[in-house]
C-alpha cells in the first residue's frame, strides 16, 4: 500500500512538473531561429478571484537547453549565468488575458507586459523581450547572429 | 555492363552536403551553413561548427574534449583559419551499390563518387565579395555529364561570383545549380529528375537571393551549361517562394521553365519542411511537369511526389523513410512508387556513413518486372 501511495505521489508530481515549461523562441540572423527550453520551473501561480498572481517564478539559466550543447553554452555565457544563475518573473499580476510582471536577466530587472489563456489547469502565457534591455550585447558566432526581441512562452499550472 | 554502371553513376551521383532535413535543428535556410544561399557546395565556418557539434556524434571523443574545442579543429586542416580570406574544403565519397541483389540481374560495385576540392575567396570589408568555386575528378570519365558535353576526367560543377551588399540581398553569377524545390540529396528523386534540377543539370546563369523576415526568395535567369553544343543548352528561368510559419516550418512553392533546340519543359511543385524539433524533420513535395518536344510537338505531363522523414533519435544518428510517386504520363495509369529507409550517421566530425534501400515498384500491366531493388553504402569524409 505505501508503495502504491508512494508510485501514485511519484507519477503526480512527475504529471504536475510536465505542465510546467518556459520556451523562448530566439530568432536567427541570418536565417531560422532555435528554442531554448527548460521545464525546470520552480514557483507557483496562484488563482483569485480577478485572475492570476505570482510572487515569484524563477528558472535555472543552466538548466535551459537549446538542442545543440555548443549552443547550450553560448547561451549560458550571453544570459551571464555565472553571475547571475536565476532568471526570475516577480510581482506577476493578471487579469482577463493580461498580466504585468517583473523579469530580471543579468541582474536587470525589466517590467514587461503579458497576455495569457487558460488551458485547462495551465496558464499559457505570452510576452517579448529585448535582450539590450537587460544589458545583454549583441551576440554572433562566426557570422550567424541572434535578434534583439526574443518571444517568451510559459506554461504553468496553478493552484 | 559499362552502360549500366555508367547509368547508375550518374543518377546516383550526389553532391557534398545541402540537407533540408537540418530543418529539425532550427535552419530554414541553407545561407546560414553554406557560401551558396540555395545550398550544396562549400560550408563556411558556421557550417562546419554545426557539423562537428550538433550533427555529427561525440560518442568517439572523451568527455575532456569540449564543444568549443569541436568546433575550433571543424576547420579546414583540423584548425580554426588565421585569416579571414580564404576557405578550402575536400570531399571523398565512395559507394557500395548493389542492385537487385541475389537475384540474376545483380550488380554491385564500388564507385568513387566524388573528390573533388573546395575553395572560397571572401573579399570586402564585410565579406560583401566571395568567388567560389570546386574542381574535382568526374566519376564517369567514360561518359559525358550532360548532354553536349565533352567527356571530361575532371571538371567543375559549380563555381562563381556573389555580391551581397546587404544580410537581406545577394546576387550570384557563374554555374550553378537550378533553383527550384526542394533541394534534396538523392538525385535519383523522382522530384530532381523530371524538373531536370539534377546534380548534373548545373547551368551559367544569374540568381538573385532575398531573405527577410519570413520570406526567402530566389529568381534565376540561365542560359545553359557554356560548355555544351549550342543546341543542348537549357535556356530558361526559375524562381522558389518559401515562407516560415509557425516560426520554424517552411513552405513553398517552385516554378521552372526552360527550353533548348529539342524540347521546352516547364515545371511547377509546392513544397514544405516541419521541424519535428530535436533535430528530426518532415519533407514534402509534390508538382507536375510538362515537356514538349520542338520536332513533333508531342508533349507529356508527369506528376511526382515526396514524402521523407528524419528521425534523430540521439546526436550522430538518423533514420530515414524516403516515399516517392511519379505518374509519367498523368492521362495514362501507370505509376511508379519507390519505397525505402535508410540510416545516415555520422560517428564523428568529417565522416558520414550511410545505408539506403529503395524497393521501386511499377504499378503497370505492361510491366511484368515490377520490382526493383536497391541497396547503397555510402562513405563520406571532408577535410
Known sequence: MKLLILTLTLIFSLTTWAKNNVNIHVTLTPAGSFNAVTDKVRGKIVKTDTGFTAKRIEVNIQNIKTGIDLRDEHFWEHLNAKTHSKATLTELKGSNGNATAILQVNGVKVPVSITYQENGDVVDANFKVKASDFKLPPKSYLGVGVSDEVNINVKMGYK | MKTVIGFFLLIFSIESWGYENFIGHGYTSYLNCHYNPFGGGQLNDYGRAVSATAISSRELYPDSVSEEQLAYVSGFLFRKPKQDILRLQANYRGFSLYNNPNSENETKRWMTMQSDIRGTLQLGKNKEWIISGEYGRSPVQDFPLQEGLEKQDYYSRSYYVGYRPTPNFGIYAGLMDKVYGLRLIEHIAFSRQNPRVSQNDTTHGVTTHFIKDQWEIGLQGFVGHLDQEAPYRMKGGSFKIDRTIGGIHRIGISALTQKNDFQRINSASIHGKLNLKEGSALLAEIGQTSKKASGNGISQ?????????????????????????????????????????????????????RADLYNTRNFSKDNTRKDNWLFLLQTHFWL
Open chain 2, 301 to 353: 505531363d508527369t506528376r511526382y511526389g515526396l514524402l521523407q522523414t528524419y528521425l534523430r533519435p540521439w546526436r550522430g544518428v538518423y533514420f530515414l523513410t524516403n516515399i516517392e510517386y511519379q505518374k509519367l504520363n498523368i492521362h495514362q495509369d501507370d505509376y511508379i512508387i519507390r519505397f525505402g529507409p535508410g540510416l545516415q550517421i555520422f560517428p564523428i566530425q568529417r565522416m558520414e556513413l
